[in-house]
């Protein structure tokens, strides 16, 4: 039976990657090859994670361009960290190029070589090295043993062996004596001798030369002689430091055991993290007491375990990453709004964890978390892409939305009108992705009140999205709940009120009763209705909307405070004013914190407040008389 493979390549390497695949493919067995499975506008990061999960193994492409390639790393630790052992043969490494700086974690595993071979040669080494090791089906021949027996062939060595002394500290055999550590420190003394005389000859020389040198040179030249005088200190200080240790020889030469046991016993820890010939390396340096190169293997292996760790980030991001996807999935906004947050934290370069995380936290009300998020979008995708790519003008759309919750609209209109231009240069004028432009810069106007300039955006949105989607699709619906917002601006509330119970009836089909789009709706036409007179009719839709609000979003979102000013207008159309206090209190409490004093939702709920308050004294002075 087949293996599954995911081929993990560079784009350098597109040509031998294919082969290899296409060989395995011959084989029997199934590959997972990017290029043959994801079509333009496909989800990378989606198949990727699909595919990672269904391989059996993950077959690495190892050449000088993989190794430091930006993403390669993303696919091949996430199947190390599923087989931290090696025993199930996650990732086979295959050498197509003669490579120096392969990554430590895959140092260690056994490779495929298939560099300076025919393509016979290489197709044999390709099926064999990929085959699980099994028994043999039939059992091996016996081979005859022959010679003379060992008793008569070794009676001896003909002279006396050499002892050697060895020290044994716990678990480690210390292969170096006493004698032997003595005269590494008398060598040490010379070396230090040799190096004060350096320096003695270098002062000369500087002090030379600063008899002769002008104003200007002397400054540097004294910077200098204190330098090495600082050096000449030094040199001094580990000189004495040997020289007590000659003195104490026993009591230092047991102080390097008990260091070198305690080497020995850290380096146990780092085991699961390195690879077994690291650690036998730095066990046989420890034992035969090489502390110098002890030493630079312990750095080695710290470097090691950091590129473990920016692994780990890579995979914990990738993880929380899809929780927050799946806490969307439960519409649970401020969960996923946190689990974004946290990827888009632990991988700050990844544009696709920031763009989330800055769209979540739109949703939740804190707009300059969110502007702060896909500001970074921007950045990223325009260094990646380009400032013409489609992708930098969906970035530019993102980050114009929470300017203008903010009311930076000077600032976000220039984004949103930049992005139409780059779509319909690269999509055409009746793409989806024009028509959701076109979408955004009329409700941007809209909230200017430039009704005559959103209109005719609003109805060629519509327009595109009922030709793509078809009718009775959520963008549809979208549209037709933009629109009659601004037709009821504009007092034509007849067909603003069919568009909206039409994008009631999409959204309840689509998302549920329960969903944010549906509140959205239903606040929609209670302002209609209210519009008219029709106050009975308005109120439970505009308490429906709270409810979901509430419940979805949390009581301190900035749109559950422009839905308690919402009914708090209606209560003060009535005359219902204590009640409309209550409420616009508590809209002016959100949106104060939340958005700012001089917001200009804030504002408008302070001024009905304000109006609020003169109608309840014009009451009691009516009263009164």
């Known amino acids: ?70 993403y390669s790393p993303m696919e091949w630790a996430s199947q190390i960290w599923n087989d931290p052992d090696g025993t199930k043969g996650s990732v086979i490494p295959i050498l197509v190029k003669p490579t120096s700086n392969i990554p430590p974690l895959l140092r260690g595993l056994s490779r495929i070589d298939l560099t300076n071979c025919s393509e016979a040669e290489a197709r044999h080494r390709l099926i064999k090295g990929v085959a699980m090791p099994a028994p043999p089906e039939r059992k091996p021949a016996f081979a005859k043993i022959t010679g003379e027996a060992p008793d008569s062939q070794h009676t001896g060595p003909a002279d006396k062996p050499i002892f050697i002394q060895v020290t044994v500290s716990g678990d480690l055999v210390i292969g170096i004596t006493l004698e032997q550590y003595e ?233 949103i009108r930049r992005a139409i231009e780059i779509a319909e240069k690269v999509f055409g004028k009746d793409h989806p992705n024009v028509a959701g432009y076109y979408n955004n810069l009329a409700l941007l106007l809209g909230d200017q009140g430039k009704y005559h300039q959103a209109e005719p955006l609003y109805r060629r949105a519509i327009k595109i999205a009922e030709k793509v989607f078809g009718k009775d699709h959520p963008d549809v619906a979208a549209g037709y709940n933009n629109l009659a917002g601004l037709l009821r601006a504009q007092g034509k509330y007849d067909e603003a009120e069919l568009l909206i119970r039409r994008a009631i009836e999409i959204a309840e089909k689509v998302f549920g009763k329960d969903h944010p789009n549906v509140a959205s709706s239903y606040n929609h036409l209670a302002g209609l209705l209210e519009a008219q007179g029709k106050y009975d009719e308005a109120e439970p839709l505009y308490r429906r909307a709270i409810e979901i609000g509430e419940k979805v979003l949390g009581k301190d979102h900035p749109n559950v405070a422009a839905d308690y000013n919402n009914l708090a207008l209606l209560f003060r159309a009535q005359g219902k004013y204590d009640q409309a206090e209550a409420l616009y209190r508590r809209a002016m409490e959100i949106a104060e914190t939340k958005l700012g004093l001089d917001h200009p939702n804030t504002l408008l709920v302070r001024k009905n407040y304000d109006r609020l308050q003169e109608l309840k004294k014009q009451n009691a002075g009516n009263a009164a008389r």
């Open 1 to 70: 039976m087949g293996q599954k493979f995911f081929i993990s390549f560079n784009s350098a390497d597109r040509t031998k990657a294919h082969w290899i695949a296409w060989t395995l493919k011959d084989a029997g067995h199934e590959v997972a090859v990017h290029d043959w499975e994801i079509p333009a506008g496909g989800n990378a990061p989606l198949w990727m994670n699909t595919k990672l999960a269904w391989a059996d193994r993950l077959i690495a492409i190892i050449s000088p361009d993989y190794v430091p390639a930006r």
């Open 183 to 415: 005269a590494g420190l008398k060598t040490r003394v010379e070396e230090i001798r040799s190096e004060e005389a350096e320096k003695r000859i270098q002062l000369q020389k500087l002090v030379e030369l600063t008899e002769r040198a002008t104003s200007a040179e002397k400054d540097s030249l004294r910077c200098q002689i204190a330098a090495v005088e600082a050096e000449k200190r030094a040199l001094e200080v580990q000189s004495k430091g040997v020289a007590d240790r000659l003195t104490n020889l026993q009591a230092s030469y047991d102080g390097l055991v008990q260091k070198l046991a305690e080497a020995n016993a850290t380096l146990e820890a780092f085991a699961p993290l390195i690879s077994k010939d690291a650690l036998d390396q730095a066990q046989a340096m420890l034992s035969r007491g090489d502390v110098l190169g002890a030493e630079r293997k312990f750095v080695e292996i710290a470097d090691a375990v950091s590129k473990i760790r920016e692994q780990a980030d890579v995979i914990e991001a990738r993880a929380i990453f899809e929780a927050g996807k799946l806490a969307e999935e439960r519409i649970d906004w401020r969960a996923a709004c946190a689990h974004y947050a946290r990827a888009a934290k632990l991988q700050p370069r990844n544009a696709q964890y920031s763009q989330r995380a800055g769209e979540l936290a739109h949703r939740m009300g804190d707009y300059a978390t969110a502007a702060a998020f896909q500001e970074t979008t921007l950045n990223l995708v325009t260094s990646a892409f380009g400032p013409d790519a489609a992708e930098t003008a969906a970035a530019m759309n993102s980050l114009a939305s929470p300017y203008q919750s903010l009311a930076r609209y000077t600032e976000a209109e220039p984004l």
